[in-house]
């Protein structure tokens, strides 16, 4: 059994940064593949960014375009642990944004955190 726990995530104005972090327990496998996806209402949830991992070390990293630039993912493995940098913020990024780790015969979803941008 695998649980996440996330944290950060609140409200900005546009133009200012969060960062959100999510620290994985359990059955963690060497390879798997931490990200963040959101769901902003009457939206379907959506890819922001996923980081693998592998014995060998892997971290090869996966944007939507809409976050490109702006985001950025990282992720210790030690602690499997994945951060999410957001600067730069929208009123589109509002949303709530779910940490999510997939392995072999596991695909767990964190509770999920609430980010909003606005004036």
């Known amino acids: 059994q695998v649980q996440l726990v996330e944290s950060g995530g609140g409200l900005v104005q546009p133009g200012g940064s969060l960062r959100l972090s999510c620290e994985g327990s359990?059955?963690?496998?060497?390879?798997?593949?931490m990200g963040w996806y959101r769901q902003a209402p009457g939206s379907e949830r959506e890819l922001v960014a996923t980081?693998?991992?592998?014995?060998?070390?892997?971290?090869?990293?996966n944007y939507a375009d809409s976050v490109k630039g702006r985001f950025t993912i990282s992720r210790e493995n030690g602690k499997n642990l994945v951060s999410l940098q957001m600067n730069s913020l929208k009123p589109e990024d509002t949303a709530v944004y779910y940490c999510?780790?997939?392995?072999?015969?596991?695909?767990?979803w964190g509770q999920g955190t609430q980010v909003t941008v606005s004036s």
């Open positions: 359990g059955s963690i496998f060497s390879f798997n593949t």
């Open positions: 980081i693998t991992s592998s014995p060998t070390g892997g971290g090869e990293t």
């Open positions: 999510n780790l997939e392995q072999i015969y596991i695909n767990c």
